[in-house]
Structures are given as C-alpha cells and as structure tokens.
C-alpha cells in the first residue's frame, strides 16, 4: 500500500485561500448569517483525535462574509441538528424532527438569515426543520457552497 | 400479560453479561446531567443515565430491543457534560451493534448491504454514474467563466482525488458544483474514481466495524489505483 496525503474540507479551503489559489469577493453575499458546528467535526474530533474543527471554519467563515455570528451555545456545547447517527435513514422522522427543536431555537435567538455548515447530515436535516419551525426563508448552505459563491474567476 | 411478568427481577439479572464493554458505565454517579442536556430525553421513557444504569446492570435484552439508542444522534453532548466521562457514544454504538442485522431500523444496514455488493448505497452502475458526473460537468461548462470545465474521472497521478456522497448523484445533484468550481478556480489537478466512490460509511452508524473496514480499505484501494497524492473525503 502507497503512501498518500489526506485533506480535510477546511485545510484545502484554507490552503487555497492563504495562497491565494482561489480569491474571494467578500461583497458578493451580504445577509446575516451563523455557523453550526456538527458535532462530529468538532466535539467528537476533539474527544477521538484530540483535535475539534472549531477555528478552521470561523477563519473561512471570515474570509467570506461581512457579518456572520455564533450560536449560542458553540463549540464544544453546541447542540445537535438531530440529523446525527445516521437517524435520517432510520424511519423515526418524528423522532428527528422533535430532536431539531433545540437547533432551531438557537438559530431563531441569532436572528440569521443563513445558517452554514460543513456537514451532509446536518443540511439535510436543517433543510427538514425549517418547515415545521415556520423557518422557510432560512438559507441552509455548505460552507464549501459559499466559498463556491463567491469565488473571482 | 400480567403486571408480575413485566416486572424485572433485579436479584436475577446477570449483571456481568456486558462487564466486558470498555465503557465506564459503572462510574456513573447517577447525577442525570446526561439525561438534562439531551434533546430526546422521554422520548419512549427513555433517557441516557436509564441507559447507563441498564448497561451497568446488564440489561441486554431490554436495551438492544429498545428504539432509544436508534433515535440518540451519538452526539455526544452527554458525555460532554459527565463529570465521570462515562463514553455514552460509544455505549450507544455497542448497543446498536448488538441488534440483529435484519432488525436495524429504516435503510441503514440494507444501504451499507448495498455498498458492500456494488460499490455505493444506491447501486448505482458505474456507466449510470458516469453520465451523471458528466452531465453536471456540461452544466457547469455553460456558465459563464467555467466554459473549459471537465470533470476528471479515473485520472491517474492527480494531487486530489474526492470520494462523492450518493445523494449528491441522486437528487441533489447541484450540490456537486461546488467543489468542482472551485477546484476549476484553484486550476486544481483533480480526479473521480468511477467504482467505488461512495463517501458515506453507514457501518460507523450501524456498530459494523467489519464493513466499516471494508468501506475505507477501498477508499484506500482507489488512492493506490489511481497514484493519488492526497485524499479529500468530504462525507
């Protein structure tokens, strides 16, 4: 077996970034938004490999956009989107949306128009909530969707 | 049934039975900070301290049958809080694991089924897949800037190679824009395997370390096939 090299999703963002492989017009999005820290790139990364992924995304997050803010509580308190474990394929939806409540709180107090996340799980589920929380207009985006929007060709 | 038989005989239960799992639940203090921070706390009387306690008292039947440990997200907001950090999360996986395979709820263990006989949950074919990465591509290449863009599939040698979650080759196609403009942008020299693409590892969720193992060793399988200097693997 060969050796190779391995990126997680925010160190190639940051890599292009910081070396300018990509540039970026901050000015082309200019809602309000927050960030949502899956649990498994942070709280579990942390516990498992003795690192979270908690300043990485907050670094691309600045790079992209004017205004952007935390839910409370972050980090290593965050609460779950309830979309976790693979319980969007378990059939209990009611289950998973009723877990969602705590999620959707949150994002209501940051008064945000988009949420970002780095997680496939978490945008399905947030996606999911957003109807029976009354949140229709919330954006629901990858942070790789907003570096994507943005990007200067 | 009849109330007695519902009862459990405390004095009777084989409370070495899971002695074995290395998951501190016997330092369980009892304190119920656990049960306080989780979302589904209730939900079919369940909570995680009643876990830990079941687990601690060998309960094994009672726990493995339960829907409880299919609806925690194995977040882990639990353990954070736990003055004794007792691993709720990975107790709530060796539940899991124990369930017989045909009794795992939904579509988790007949997707992982799937991924191990053909390469991806859907069973999706390779010439299937294929189409649809180069139709996207072709979307892609009538936007204005991106006119040059192409979407490398077996390329040998490149720096990136990406594995795909399937629903992105299902109905969320759009989604695999992103990466791929900005890997054009970057002028990044990057690949699609065409078998065995899947990024989801579905056995993480189910307890199946063996199908976990088999799942990533192909990932690997793909890196060495295709001389691929470095992985991103964005599931």
Known sequence: MGKFGTYTVFDLLI????????????TKISVKAAYHDPCNYGRKAKKLFGHGFFDEPRWILDQCLEEWVDLYPAGMGQ??????????????????????????EQIKAAEVQMIVVPCHSCHG?????????????LEVKYLWELVADILVL | ????????????????????????QDYCVTCGACSSSCPVSGIDGFDPRKIV???????????????????CTMCAKCENVCPMEVDIPGLIRKIRSMRDRDKVPGILHKGLDMA????????????????????????IAQEPGFEDFMVPVDKQGANILTTIHNKLVNTHTDDLKHWWKI??????DWTVPSINWEGTNWGLFTGDDEKMRIMAGRVAENMERLQAKNLLWPE
Not at chain 1, 86 to 101: A, C, K
Not at chain 2, 123 to 130: A, R
Request: glycine fraction near 12%; charged fraction near 25%.
């Open chain 2, 116 to 139: 191990i006989q053909t390469g991806n949950n859907l069973g999706l074919p390779q010439e299937d897949f294929i189409f649809i990465l180069q139709d996207v591509g072709e979307e």
């Open chain 1, 125 to 137: 589920q947030l996606n999911a909530l957003k109807k029976t929380h009354g949140m229709e207009d």
């Open chain 1, 79 to 104: 609460y779950c989107c309830g979309g976790g474990g693979g319980t969007l394929v378990t059939g209990y939806d009611e289950e998973r949306i009723f877990y969602g409540r705590k999620k959707m």
């Open chain 2, 53 to 71: 306690r079941m687990v601690s008292l060998g309960m094994q039947e009672e726990i493995v049958a339960s829907r409880w440990p299919w609806i």
């Open chain 1, 15 to 26: 890599k292009y970034i910081q070396i300018g492989q990509i540039k970026l017009d901050k």
């Open chain 2, 1 to 24: 049934m009849t109330e007695t038989d519902k009862m459990i005989e405390m004095d009777n239960l084989n409370r070495g039975c899971l002695r074995s799992w290395p998951h501190s």
């Open chain 2, 183 to 188: 890997f054009f942008a970057a002028k990044e």
